[in-house]
């Protein structure tokens, strides 16, 4: 070891190549530490794809906005903080803002964890931010008691990357480092309802009719029995022969079951699986369609609730995480979701908390066109949209 990287070491400086802590190999994506259940086998099921998309899609549809802090406490926005202009242009050459957004939250609700690339130019600014799919990532512990991602390209070659490097956005952890996703943390309630979903379609795959006994009088040899059971599979089992005529010889009689779907709870089982399913993300039902108990009165409170106490937190998460990995740790910078834009479809409210903020002197009229896109007043624009000063 030379004398540089013996001083390092007594530095505690840390080094991409510093050995691992062979544990955490039981950390990594491939290991089954999430579950048995994939993230993508979970998608299969409705529910679960419906609470993603809900919280994914409506966090990257809400305006990013970055604001610093004066001396006083002040926030002034920042609408040329390199933040702001990915927000507005696109986090990178292959993803907007949007759409990267979506993704890393989504991955975090799928698999407990999201990473992003934080890339830099020449100078050290930042110049975009990289998604990378949590299953081409791997995480080691290194001597300093940092993590290290080593990161997969899909084509054989890994590159690792540091704490700072890198926007680790995760769902609540068991030890305080790498997330644990719901589904693996309530894996017996998602099993259930994957089953649930499994006997519906075998259910109609075999024509949605009830099963049922064919008596034969006498006896019948076991080759005579399967030819029978073959004959009778292939004239009157599966959808495609549902409502057919069957045709018995032989003093054959078919007696019908008597436990019919309704009996069998099968549909009311599924409706439960959704409720379940909601329960693990915290979606109210009819925000993914679910409108069984639903009335116009308690979904317009089930939208609050869902903005309040869903969206709110998952919004303070990546808030969060954006002060720490990638703003500067002096704290004058932060990011912040706009979840008001959520009042855009509702033009009611919306305007009704413009009017209460112009009476209190909160805002001035002006001010409240600003936020809804329009022109201030007497601001030298016609409106056919051309500049009355030139």
């Known amino acids: 070891m030379g004398m540089i990287e013996r001083i390092a070491g007594w530095a505690g400086f840390e080094r991409r190549s510093a050995a691992a802590d062979p544990s955490w190999a039981a950390l990594s994506p491939g290991s089954g530490f999430h579950g048995a259940l994939s993230a993508r086998g979970a998608e299969n099921l409705s529910a679960v794809l419906a609470c993603t998309n809900a919280i994914a899609s409506a966090l990257a549809s809400v305006p990013a906005l970055v604001y610093r802090r004066d001396a006083d406490g002040n926030r002034v926005e920042m609408p040329n903080h390199p933040v702001a202009r990915l927000a507005r242009v696109g986090a990178n050459s292959q993803m907007s803002w949007g759409d990267f957004t979506e993704h890393l939250v989504a991955s975090t609700l799928l698999t407990g964890n999201g990473l992003a690339l ?74 259930a309802v994957q089953t649930t979903e499994a006997h519906a379609r075998n259910f ?98 089930a939208s609050r609730w869902y903005a309040t106490f869903t969206l709110s937190y998952w919004a303070r998460k990546i808030e969060s995480e954006f002060a720490r990995s990638v703003f500067p740790s002096d704290g004058r910078y932060e990011i912040e979701l706009d979840l008001s834009s959520f009042l855009r479809g509702d033009p009611e409210t919306r305007w009704g908390a413009h009017k209460i903020a112009i009476e209190a002197g909160v805002l001035d009229p002006d001010e409240v066109r600003q936020i809804e896109g329009w022109n201030p007043r007497g601001s030298g624009i016609n409106p056919n949209g051309s500049d009355s000063s030139l």
Not at 156 to 182: A, F, M, N
Not at 208 to 236: H, K, M, T, W
Not at 248 to 269: F, H, N, R, Y
């Open 118 to 191: 934080i890339e830099r130019g020449g100078n050290g600014q930042l110049a975009g931010l990289r998604f990378v799919p949590w299953s081409f990532v791997s995480v080691a512990e290194l001597s300093s008691g940092r993590l290290a991602f080593d990161v997969s390209d899909g084509r054989g070659k890994t590159q690792r990357y540091l704490e700072g490097e890198v926007i680790h956005l995760r769902d609540r952890t068991d030890d305080g480092r790498i997330g644990r996703s719901r589904l693996s943390r309530a894996a017996g309630v998602v099993c």
């Open 204 to 301: 109609m795959r075999n024509g949605a009719n009830p099963a049922g006994v064919i008596e034969i009088p006498g006896s019948i040899d076991p080759e005579g029995l399967e030819r029978l059971r073959l004959q009778f599979q292939s004239a009157q089992g599966g959808a495609a022969n549902a409502g057919k005529t069957m045709l018995l010889s032989d003093g054959m009689k078919w007696v019908a079951s008597q436990i019919t779907p309704e009996d069998a709870e099968l549909l009311e089982s599924r409706k439960f699986g959704v409720i379940e399913i909601c329960r693990l993300f915290s979606v109210p039902p009819p925000i993914v369609q679910s409108y069984e108990h639903n009335t116009f009165t308690n979904s317009e409170t």
